[in-house]
């Protein structure tokens, strides 16, 4: 599958906010945001199915919103108050894997197509 192009990402004090976009999105995929965190496993942090339902993990909830905008073919996880623990490579796929259980992001790529990632980092 051809790859997604990621753009945002960076830097950010604890409680700063950043926005990540990918493109270009499908509709009739899900979308879906991952994240690799430092010594950690892959987790999916948000989605948007293809029947638009959005889900968020529960880490994130409250504070990331995940949209698709259709004019320009744009999907943009917004991060608001971040937290040190948000720090990780983030991954945008289009028809990614419904679950992933303790393997790293890029174990995934076999699933859909994904973005090359972008890094957040939070500090306090």
């Known amino acids: 599958d051809a790859q997604l192009s990621q753009s945002g990402g960076g830097s950010v004090q604890a409680g700063g906010s950043l926005r990540l976009s990918c493109s270009p999105s499908d509709r009739t995929r899900d979308m879906s945001w991952f994240r690799q965190a430092p010594n950690s496993a892959c987790e999916v942090v948000s989605r948007?199915?293809?029947?638009?339902?959005?889900s968020y993990a529960d880490s994130v909830k409250g504070r990331f919103t995940v949209s698709q905008d259709n004019a320009d073919a744009t999907f943009s996880l917004q991060m608001n108050n971040l937290k040190p623990e948000d720090t990780g490579r983030y991954f945008c796929?289009?028809?990614?894997?419904?679950?992933?259980?303790?393997?790293?992001?890029?174990?995934?790529?076999?699933?859909?197509?994904w973005g090359q990632g972008t890094q957040v980092t939070v500090f306090s």
């Open positions: 796929a289009a028809g990614g894997p419904v679950s992933v259980a303790g393997r790293i992001c890029t174990a995934y790529r076999i699933f859909g197509s």
């Open positions: 948007i199915s293809s029947d638009g339902t959005a």
